[in-house]
T-cell receptor, first 115, second 114 residues
Framework: GAVVSQHPSWVICKSGTSVKIECRSL??????MFWYRQFPKQSLMLMAT?????????EQGVEKDKFLINHASLTLSTLTVTSAHPEDSSFYIC???????????FGPGTRLTVT | GQQLNQSPQSMFIQEGEDVSMNCTSS?????WLWYKQDPGEGPVLLIA?????ELTSNGRLTAQFGITRKDSFLNISASIPSDVGIYFC??????????????FGTGTSLTVIP
């Protein structure tokens, strides 16, 4: 399967600051990427779909001004959590779609802790 | 977004025992998927099911796509310690206007006692 990396793997930040998470595919290109959030002992919830060259599509209830997504290239998407609050503490996971419609290749995730 | 109901929520079993978990939905899906997630990692695809009634195996894992297209189960035979992790089901159906749609189950945490 495809190799997807995320950076950083974990980050601790103070409330009110912004944090950028990078998601990079190492061996293929994609015009679309997905960003998920996973709270402890819960399932993955889709936050937004990142589109290369255009605006991201956000799921209902996800604040687009708070979670800024930039699909900079066919191999890189970034998620910036702006003015982070403790309730934003979560595990953020990106994924790239594969060549088959149902395929997704997930990154290893980024653990965000806001103090 | 929609969540799929997965049961049981957690399991503690002895090494060598068989495991069974299932996933139900109020909606029909075209594809059912089963993933395993290790702590601090992203999910890894185990099995994909494409049509109702399909039974598919991957080593010690066997999964079935329910006839109604609203459910699926995963069995693990002769469990080993490395089977520990959280197992997620996911349903998928393509949406022509807004793109593909995935919905994940609530997860089953598996602990294997050596």
């Amino acid at each position: 399967g495809a190799v997807v990396s995320q950076h950083p793997s974990w980050v601790i930040c103070k409330s009110g600051t912004s944090v950028k998470i990078e998601c990079r595919s190492l061996d293929f290109q994609a015009t679309t990427m997905f960003w998920y959030r996973q709270f402890p002992k819960q399932s993955l919830m889709l936050m937004a779909t990142s589109n290369e060259g255009s605006k991201a599509t956000y799921e209902q209830g996800v604040e687009k001004d708070k979670f800024l997504i930039n699909h900079a290239s066919l191999t890189l998407s970034t998620l910036t959590v702006t003015s982070a609050h403790p309730e934003d503490s979560s595990f953020y996971i990106c994924s790239f779609p594969g060549t088959v419609s149902y395929e997704q290749y997930f990154g290893p995730g980024t653990r965000l802790t806001v103090t | 977004g929609q969540q799929l109901n997965q049961s049981p929520q957690s399991m503690f079993i002895q090494e060598g025992e068989d495991v069974s978990m299932n996933c139900t939905s109020s909606s029909i899906f075209n594809t059912w998927l089963w993933y395993k997630q290790d702590p601090g990692e992203g999910p890894v695809l185990l099995i994909a099911l494409y049509k109702a009634g399909e039974l598919t195996s991957n080593g010690r894992l066997t999964a079935q796509f329910g006839i109604t297209r609203k459910d699926s189960f995963l069995n693990i035979s002769a469990s080993i310690p490395s089977d520990v992790g959280i197992y997620f089901c996911a349903g998928y159906y393509p949406m022509s206007n807004t793109g593909n749609q995935f919905y994940f189950g609530t997860g089953t945490s598996l602990t294997v006692i050596p």
